[in-house]
């Protein structure tokens, strides 16, 4: 579902990344490159429907974390179109291209937790039987999942389902940050574990917030990512 304060705010991610791809670069004399442009997604859920997280930080993480990266990676996109890469010294490169990485990764990850939401119930079909057969049990693999989260608060990072098609296996990642993904990954399942995500709901107490996680997942979603990246594996 789409709520109007969303839209709203697309407008604003959309124009703040224009007007930051153009008002940078100061330092090229070669022609600059047209910067890609991201579009932002409509969140995916009624942030008024998930059990345990509020509407509040779901609104806040929504506009400030997810659509904020959007913004950031308009404005880091057009600095390094405007870059001359023939001349720029090493560290503004591995700076921005850096930053571009986090950036992007951030949106992504964020557009994966949101459509993690929703539904609660259990996983069905071929993602069931994946989940059995590469962790012996559904309640083995959510403990193993659920363990990552809790384990990383108080920290920082991500947890993530992820289907791998070198192994043709399912895998559960833990991500100390946006950058630490497997690489050919294909992400199933996403949780936040920033404090961001739930301390105006619970404060320091993380378990509770991985928890009433466990309970919202849209497991629909997550099984329909499943039959795509197995399929395309
Ligand atoms: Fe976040």
Redesign the pocket.
């Known amino acids: 579902m789409t709520t109007t304060i969303d839209r709203r705010t697309l407008l604003h991610a959309v124009a703040g990344a224009a007007v930051a791809s153009t008002a940078t670069g100061t330092m090229t004399s070669a022609p600059a490159a047209s910067p890609a442009t991201y579009t932002p997604k409509p969140l995916s859920l009624d942030p008024k429907s998930i059990k345990g997280i509020s509407e509040k930080v779901l609104a806040s993480?929504y506009e400030n974390?997810?659509l904020g990266a959007v913004k950031r990676l308009g404005a880091i996109r057009g600095q390094l179109a405007d870059l001359d890469f023939a001349k720029a010294p090493n560290f503004v490169v591995n700076g921005l291209k850096r930053e571009e990485l986090i950036a992007l990764n951030?949106a992504i990850l964020?557009e994966l937790?949101f459509d993690s939401l929703g539904g609660g119930g259990a996983p069905s079909g071929a993602l069931r039987d994946a989940i059995t057969s590469d962790y012996g049990s559904l309640e083995r693999w959510r403990a193993e999942f659920s363990a990552i989260g809790k384990a990383e608060g108080g920290g920082s990072g991500w947890v993530i389902l992820a289907y791998t098609p070198r192994e043709k296996r399912l895998v559960t990642q833990w991500a100390a940050d946006h950058t630490t993904t497997i690489a050919a990954g294909r992400p199933l399942l996403v949780l936040?574990m920033?404090e961001?995500?739930y301390h105006m709901d619970y404060g320091a107490k993380a378990g509770a917030y991985v928890d009433a996680f466990m309970e919202a997942i849209a497991w629909d979603n997550v099984t329909s990512l499943y039959a795509q990246a197995s399929r395309e594996g």
Request: charged content about 10%.
């Open positions: 993480h974390n997810y951030s964020h937790y936040d920033y961001h995500a």
